[in-house]
Each structure stands twice: as structure tokens, then as C-alpha cells.
């Protein structure tokens, strides 16, 4: 079964802190994999998106890593900030062969930045 | 440029009652979908259309019907509403192959 797993479930740092979030996958076929936040009672906000062949991906403060053949992500926030606070999901379209339009999440990190 | 609009915000049903759940996007994309979010159990899909006049089951079909109406619209119907399928609702769109999804704001629903 294709799944998603995101550790920590929850992260409370201070502000100023460079963190990283990550995100596995148990089959290194996909398309594409994206970051997302949520805010609290919120929709979901696209961060970055990775193709298959890509290796990392840069927004401002954000950079995101793959390593399809580990079945892994990164998320990279440089000098957090308290409004970094949210839930912060990956999900993952996997390559099914016909099927390849789904996307896969996982539960998701929620994070704390403290002032 | 609105994006991916979903109608209603809110809702509160009682057991047994019906209610469509609409969903509406302006970037011409071909896929859509619908996803619920309940606490613990992440997002999960319920049914999604490939393109305009298809649509397949997801992980959790039970007790839900869809209609993919034309490109633009995508609505999910509960014809016999359970306290079970109280959750966060999330409509979402996307093109085929190397291309990321765009979320509405989601229906808060509740069946009691």
C-alpha cells in the first residue's frame, strides 16, 4: 500500500530557529510530491511542489528536498517566525501506472513558533 | 482569479437528510476532486474525475455520490446523511501528469 508518513506529528521551537520537517513515502514511483500548510479551521495553501526528477525547491524561507530513492522529503524554514505556526502536510502523487492523478497525504506536522 | 470556490461554507444536517455539496474552478483544469479531513485520519479521497464525463471511487466512496457536472463543476452529493460523515470537506483541482493541486477553502459539515 502506497502511504505517506510526516514525523514529528508536532514541533514547538522558538522563534529564530532553522527547522526541518520531514516526510516519507513507501514507493519511490511518483510524479510529483507537494508541500502544503493549513492554518487552523483553514483550506490548504500549496508551498512547493517537486517534480520526480528535481532534486530540491526553493520559496523564500522555505526549501524543500527529495530523495526518491530513500522515499524521502524535507522541509527547510529558515529563521522561523510566529507566523510559521500551522499544520504543514506533505502529499505525494505516486506513479500507479493509469492511475496517477491521486494525491497521497500524510497526517502532517503541526508546528509552533514561540515569540 | 478565484481559484477553487466551494459552496457552502458550513452546514448542519440532521441523520437522514440529503444535501450536494458544490464545487467550482476557473483555471480550466481537467481533474477534479473531493477529499474529507477528519482529526487523526488525515485527507482522504472520496471520489475524483480524471476529465469532464469520468469519475472513479477513492479510498472512502461509502455513502457518497458525485457528478462531474461539466469542466468547471464538481459536486458531491449525501443522499441519506450519518453522524459518521461529519467532517471538513475539501474540493480540489489539478491537471494531469506533472502538475500540482489547488484547494477550496473547504465545508464544514456537520450531521447530528
Known amino acids: 500500500k502506497q502511504e505517506v508518513t510526516q514525523i514529528p506529528a508536532a514541533l514547538s521551537v522558538p522563534e529564530g530557529e532553522n527547522l526541518v520537517l520531514n516526510c516519507s513515502f513507501t514507493?519511490?514511483?511518483?510524479?510529483?510530491l507537494q508541500w502544503f500548510r493549513q492554518d487552523p479551521g483553514k483550506g490548504l495553501t500549496s508551498l512547493l511542489l517537486?517534480?520526480?526528477?528535481?532534486r530540491e525547491q526553493t520559496s523564500g524561507r522555505l526549501n524543500a528536498s527529495l530523495d526518491k530513492s530513500s522515499g524521502r522529503s524535507t522541509l527547510y524554514i529558515a529563521a522561523s517566525q510566529p507566523g510559521d505556526s500551522a499544520t504543514y502536510l506533505c502529499?505525494?502523487?505516486?506513479?500507479?501506472?493509469?492511475?496517477?492523478?491521486?494525491?497521497?497525504f500524510g497526517k502532517g506536522t503541526l508546528l509552533t513558533v514561540n515569540p | 482569479n478565484a481559484g477553487v470556490t466551494q459552496t457552502p461554507k458550513f452546514q448542519v444536517l440532521k441523520t437522514g437528510q440529503s444535501m450536494t455539496l458544490q464545487c467550482a474552478q476557473d483555471?480550466?483544469?481537467?481533474?477534479m476532486y473531493w477529499y474529507r479531513q477528519d482529526p487523526g485520519m488525515g485527507l482522504r479521497l472520496i471520489y475524483y474525475s480524471a476529465s469532464e464525463g469520468t469519475t472513479d471511487k477513492g479510498e472512502v466512496p461509502n455513502g457518497y455520490n458525485v457528478s462531474r457536472l461539466n469542466k468547471r463543476e464538481f459536486s458531491l452529493r449525501l443522499e441519506s446523511a450519518a453522524p459518521s460523515q461529519t467532517s471538513v470537506y475539501f474540493c480540489a483541482s489539478s491537471e494531469q501528469g506533472f502538475y500540482g493541486y489547488t484547494f477550496g477553502s473547504g465545508t464544514r459539515l456537520t450531521v447530528v
Open positions: 483555471m480550466n483544469h481537467n481533474s
Open positions: 517537486i517534480q520526480s526528477s528535481q
Open positions: 502529499a505525494v502523487r505516486f506513479n500507479s501506472g493509469g492511475s496517477n492523478y491521486k494525491l497521497t
Open positions: 514507493d519511490s514511483a511518483i510524479y510529483n
